[in-house]
């Protein structure tokens, strides 16, 4: 995924918003003027005070669980079984913007653990700008409509207007975000509740502490999960005195880059890459006596969606002054340019044929330089035979699955229809359940023999493989992981997949503060709209330098077989990587509190397992 979007037409959509708008706060001033928002009095048999500290957790629960703004706990009815009352916008807007807890909240307030009620003030207070044409492509996408669904899972449907269509919360909820991101407020979640167009949202409380138990796990012990990671780096650290190099300074090499065309049996139109190459061989090799040239290793580098073959160029130069090849492609239905296209509404959305289209543009790519290599003395010393992947989202997932990792639709059979009908805040689930739209005779088969060793930056992997589709890839994989990535999120798509890994090298680089647009590089768009900096986390200059180096080691070591960078494959090198406040744990193995599954059911319904 790009870290920017395109800057786009927004006239038309505004247009046909903004008379929604009017509309729909006209319509809110007459139902304020009917029914006021106060605070009903319980009308349970349970005891108010027990009642309260319920009711009160949860909601600050909820607050800490839920990363960014979609529903959560606003000027909304909250409604348990047979006790129903409301939370007024007043009450939530003078804690938003005064940090004033008022009476009625007090219940919250007594009920919250040290901090909480901090936390839901930020949320509240969160608001993000998105470009409302390219959320209406979004919304329109089969993504937009599981997300919609999803938070339409936690609201209940009981009010209507007189002379009205009746329509369900999920259209509601499509008109009152849209309508949101034209407001000058933005999309949070007091204007999501300002926007919706009846008398109170209802909160069903039992799907949403549903959503409390079964997804935000790692949101709330995130220090915890962070410092136990840390603690087994620490505990693995090798007994070396050693000075290492210093892997993030450019290498040795010249480089140049030679754009090459080939075309992937199944897509309808050529694929572009970008090939470095350097500009002079590393050391020459001594062979029985003889001198000779070494071959060339080669890595293939696979971009995230609506990103391009420059989003990572600064990876593919870095490796090639170090005397690799590098590939760098760019998968034609993701690619900037054409996502650019559909969120401006002048193109299809990407297939679900796209997920079995990424790893075979690997294998296209390794084919056409073989041929090439035949004929062209300057790419006749390029080691094609043993190949390294590395890739980002869904890059990542398709350096994976062209390393052997096996696509698993009966793991996507058991659980993707469940999920629509429920919210989970991994919103990388919909793209992974795609795979289900392809006919079930499709072979699914997209290993490569010749992918020798896997770099996967914040992958999805957690459903579209799953542990019985993990298990077979017998080859080294160092596994990226960002603590505050909120697309793919490191417990159920890299921590927990790190522990179904069988081969015995295997490498899960933790990086704290790390979001998943934290390695994305510039792909050189302009008239650009950046997205919410709470998404984008740290400056990304701030953590190139360590993947940089972190990769390289990575692929000297298991690529071209060099021992010697056993050692920076350890937290003695990782600490020196160290950018605040960016910085890097790196592992073999999950410490002991983490690696044991805490409950077989919600494994296979939610790909979790760290110990509650």
């Known amino acids: 995924m790009t870290r920017s979007l395109r800057k786009l037409t927004q006239k038309s959509l505004h247009q046909l918003l903004s008379s929604h708008l009017s509309n729909s706060l006209a319509l809110?001033?007459?139902?304020?003027?009917?029914?006021?928002?106060?605070?009903?009095?319980?009308?349970?048999?349970?005891?108010?005070?027990?009642?309260?500290?319920?009711?009160?957790?949860?909601?600050?629960?909820?607050?800490?669980?839920?990363p960014c703004p979609s529903l959560a706990a606003e000027a909304i009815n909250i409604t348990l079984k047979s006790i129903s009352f409301d939370i007024t916008l007043a009450d939530l807007e003078l804690l938003a913007n005064e940090g004033k807890v008022s009476a009625n909240l007090g219940f919250v307030k007594a009920a919250s653990?040290?901090?909480?009620?901090?936390?839901?003030?930020?949320?509240?207070?969160?608001?993000?700008?998105?470009?409302?044409?390219?959320?209406?492509?979004?919304?329109?996408?089969?993504?937009?409509?599981?997300?919609?669904?999803?938070?339409?899972?936690?609201?209940i449907e009981n009010d209507s207007i007189a002379?009205?269509?009746?329509?369900?919360?999920?259209?509601?909820?499509?008109?009152?975000?849209?309508?949101?991101?034209?407001?000058?407020?933005?999309?949070?979640?007091?204007?999501?509740?300002?926007?919706?167009?009846?008398?109170?949202?209802?909160?069903?409380?039992?799907?949403?502490?549903?959503?409390?138990?079964?997804?935000?796990?790692f949101y709330i012990r995130r220090p915890e999960v962070i410092r136990a990671i840390q603690e087994q780096a620490?505990?693995?650290?090798?007994?070396?005195?050693?000075?290492?190099?210093?892997?993030?300074?450019?290498?040795?090499?010249?480089?140049?880059?030679?754009?090459?065309?080939?075309?992937?049996?199944?897509?309808?139109?050529?694929?572009?890459?970008?090939?470095?190459?350097?500009?002079?061989?590393?050391?020459?090799?001594?062979?029985?006596?003889?001198?000779?040239?070494?071959?060339?290793?080669?890595?293939?580098?696979?971009?995230?969606?609506?990103?391009?073959?420059?989003?990572?160029?600064?990876?593919?130069?870095?490796?090639?002054?170090?005397?690799?090849?590098?590939?760098?492609?760019?998968?034609?239905?993701?690619?900037?340019?054409?996502?650019?296209?559909?969120?401006?509404?002048?193109?299809?959305?990407?297939?679900?044929?796209?997920?079995?289209?990424?790893?075979?543009?690997?294998?296209?790519?390794?084919?056409?330089?073989?041929?090439?290599?035949?004929?062209?003395?300057?790419?006749?010393?390029?080691?094609?035979?043993?190949?390294?992947?590395?890739?980002?989202?869904l890059g990542g997932y398709t350096a994976l699955a062209a390393g052997g990792a096996q696509i698993n639709r009966p793991q996507l059979n058991r659980y993707c229809p469940e999920e629509v009908s429920r919210f989970s805040l991994n919103i990388s689930i919909p793209l992974q359940c795609r795979i289900l739209d392809l006919p079930q005779d499709i072979s699914l088969e997209t290993r490569d023999k010749?992918?020798?060793?896997?770099?996967?930056?914040?992958?999805?992997?957690?459903?579209?493989?799953?542990?019985?589709?993990?298990?077979?890839?017998?080859?080294?994989?160092?596994?990226v992981?960002?603590?505050?990535?909120?697309v793919a999120p490191a417990l159920p798509e890299q921590l927990q997949p790190f522990q179904w890994l069988k081969t015995p090298n295997k490498y899960l680089l933790l990086v704290n503060n790390g979001t998943h647009f934290t390695f994305i590089g510039d792909d050189g768009s302009s008239e650009v709209v950046a997205l919410p900096e709470s998404l984008l986390g740290p400056n990304?200059?701030?953590?190139?330098?360590?993947?940089?180096?972190?990769?390289?080691?990575?692929f000297n070591r298991h690529l071209r077989g060099e021992a010697q960078y056993s050692d920076y494959l350890n937290q003695n090198y990782a600490d020196s990587l160290t950018r605040s406040p960016v910085d890097y744990s790196l592992v073999q193995t999950l410490p002991e509190s983490l690696s044991q599954d805490s409950n077989a059911q919600v494994r296979e319904k939610n790909g979790m397992a760290l110990k509650p």
């Open 234 to 393: 620490n505990r693995d650290r090798l007994p070396t005195a050693r000075r290492f190099e210093n892997l993030t300074q450019p290498g040795p090499l010249t480089w140049r880059r030679q754009p090459l065309t080939f075309r992937t049996p199944s897509r309808p139109s050529f694929s572009l890459a970008d090939l470095y190459i350097p500009k002079r061989p590393i050391s020459p090799l001594s062979i029985n006596g003889e001198t000779a040239a070494p071959k060339t290793p080669i890595i293939v580098l696979s971009h995230g969606l609506g990103s391009n073959r420059r989003t990572f160029a600064y990876l593919a130069e870095h490796w090639t002054s170090y005397g690799y090849a590098v590939l760098v492609l760019e998968h034609n239905e993701t690619s900037t340019d054409r996502f650019s296209r559909f969120l401006s509404g002048l193109a299809a959305p990407p297939s679900a044929r796209e997920l079995l289209r990424r790893p075979q543009d690997i294998t296209a790519a390794l084919d056409h330089l073989t041929q090439r290599a035949q004929t062209n003395p300057a790419l006749a010393n390029l080691d094609l035979e043993a190949v390294g992947v590395a890739g980002q989202s």
């Open 481 to 486: 992981a960002g603590t505050h990535d909120y």
């Open 28 to 66: 809110q001033s007459q139902e304020k003027d009917q029914e006021n928002f106060a605070l009903t009095k319980f009308l349970s048999l349970a005891p108010r005070k027990a009642l309260g500290k319920f009711l009160g957790a949860s909601l600050a629960s909820l607050a800490l669980a839920i």
């Open 540 to 554: 990304n200059k701030l953590a190139q330098p360590g993947l940089k180096a972190m990769g390289l080691a990575f």
């Open 450 to 479: 010749r992918v020798t060793a896997v770099l996967a930056i914040n992958p999805l992997t957690s459903q579209i493989f799953g542990r019985a589709g993990l298990e077979p890839l017998n080859i080294p994989v160092m596994l």
């Open 113 to 155: 653990k040290p901090g909480q009620i901090e936390s839901l003030r930020a949320l509240l207070q969160t608001s993000f700008d998105f470009n409302p044409t390219a959320l209406s492509q979004f919304l329109a996408l089969p993504e937009g409509d599981v997300l919609l669904a999803r938070l339409g899972s936690l609201i």
């Open 163 to 217: 002379g009205a269509t009746p329509r369900s919360s999920t259209e509601l909820l499509q008109e009152t975000i849209l309508a949101a991101s034209v407001h000058p407020d933005g999309i949070s979640l007091l204007n999501i509740v300002r926007q919706y167009p009846r008398k109170r949202l209802t909160l069903d409380v039992s799907q949403a502490l549903e959503l409390i138990s079964e997804n935000s796990d």
